[in-house]
């Protein structure tokens, strides 16, 4: 086994974010995840085996991130997987839910950055959840779809900033066994399915796998990995 290593994951109290928690902690690592409201974040930690701590976060709050990561000491590893929904149309645009979106990702993504970046060594890396709505827009996905296309240049900026830390960003399709699409019709899912070259929709467990690769490769880096099975393909 490796060495233990600290990991942070900002979204870490359910699905995905959740997953890579327990992996982690799985693992051996030094684990900090964060959640919207402080009760469970500190509860889901508690239930995960090992050394896991669970903080309260919010990164729609911006000056409250950095007084919410102080006790948070060296971290090897970065994980913004902290997500929100919105179905926006230019039609019907509410803005309140786009600027809470568009605040979560670009600018409390790049706010947790910049207040850990004093405590991440050069071999650290950082990695940045976006999604296929970029490039296979839907109807009402006109938030979506912009913010993480703002995703990719957040990536090539920040590895360049940041270098030699490594920052990288996963790009999802649908995830079919997540607490959200796993609500959703057989029928529908079975569509989705039927365009995937590989015949499965892309699963949690392939999706840990894929940030696990994306924080452990010294070589990769500035790379926004789609993991989708071929879906855009067809």
Not at 64 to 75: K, Q
Not at 92 to 99: D, I, P, R
Not at 121 to 135: C, E, R, S, T, Y
Not at 226 to 231: A, F, H, R, S
């Amino acid at each position: 086994m490796a060495d233990p290593r600290s990991v942070v994951v900002i979204g870490g109290t359910s699905g995905i974010g959740l997953e890579l928690a327990g992996h982690f902690t799985a693992n051996g690592d030094d684990v900090v995840l964060t959640g919207r409201d402080p009760g469970r974040a500190a509860a889901v930690a508690k239930e995960l085996d090992g050394s896991a701590r669970g903080v309260g976060l919010d990164l729609t709050h911006l000056d409250a991130i950095g007084p919410a990561l102080t006790d948070v000491g060296s971290v090897d590893s970065l994980v913004l997987a902290a997500v929100d929904r919105d179905e926006n149309t230019a039609r019907e645009y509410t803005t309140a839910s786009a600027l809470r979106l568009t605040t979560l990702k670009l600018v409390g993504y790049t706010e947790v950055v910049h207040v850990l970046l004093p405590r991440m060594a050069a071999d650290a890396a950082v990695v940045v959840f976006g999604g296929l709505a970029k490039d296979r827009p839907y109807p009402g996905s006109t938030t979506v779809s912009t913010v993480n296309g703002g995703v990719m240049g957040m990536v090539h900026t920040l590895a360049v900033e940041l270098a030699p830390i490594r920052v990288n960003a996963i790009h999802p399709a649908i995830v079919g066994d997540s607490p959200y699409w796993s609500r959703k019709p057989p029928e529908a899912l079975e569509a989705l399915r039927s365009r995937t070259p590989t015949g499965r929709l892309a699963t949690m467990a392939d999706v840990v796998d894929a940030v696990a690769f994306l924080l452990r490769n010294p070589s990769v880096n500035g790379v926004n990995l789609n993991v989708d099975g071929g879906w855009l393909l067809r």
